[in-house]
Nanobody
Framework: VQLQAYGGGLVQAGGSLRLSCAAS????????VGWFRQASGKERVFVAA????????FYADSVKGRFTISRDVAKITVDLQMNSLVPEDTAVYYC?????????????????????WGQGTLVTVSS
């Protein structure tokens, strides 16, 4: 499977962007999806995740209240709506997926729990 993350770009601080993640050839039915980001020179960190049924979401403290993860009704994409962006949100954003239910809430925040990763999309927030 190939995951494609798209929607990144350049935005001023305070602005918004919407990222999307799609899986080639199929939907995200029965898959949990996570968004992670990696700033230049730093490790990849958790941003948000949604469970396979779409009824539970998880957020990093740094984005809570500003970012919203959702999946469309047809489960074709998982989107990350990013509002009130700040320069510290500048990073390459990656989506990743894992089939089924993870064993704990903490697991959704772990990179190693996800099996497949997209290529990333760059988000740059100017001050």
């Amino acid at each position: 499977v190939q995951l494609q993350a798209y929607g990144g770009g350049l935005v001023q601080a305070g602005g918004s962007l919407r990222l999307s993640c799609a899986a080639s050839g199929r939907t995200f039915d029965n898959y949990a999806v996570g968004w992670f980001r990696q700033a230049s020179g730093k490790e990849r960190v958790f941003v948000a995740a949604i469970n396979w049924s779409g009824d539970r979401t998880f957020y990093a403290d740094s984005v809570k209240g500003r970012f919203t993860i959702s999946r469309d009704v047809a489960k074709i994409t998982v989107d990350l709506q990013m509002n009130s962006l700040v320069p510290e949100d500048t990073a390459v954003y990656y989506c990743a997926e894992v089939r089924g239910t993870l064993l704990s809430d903490l697991a959704y925040r772990r990179k190693n729990e996800y099996n497949f990763w997209g290529q990333g999309t760059l988000v740059t927030v100017s001050s």
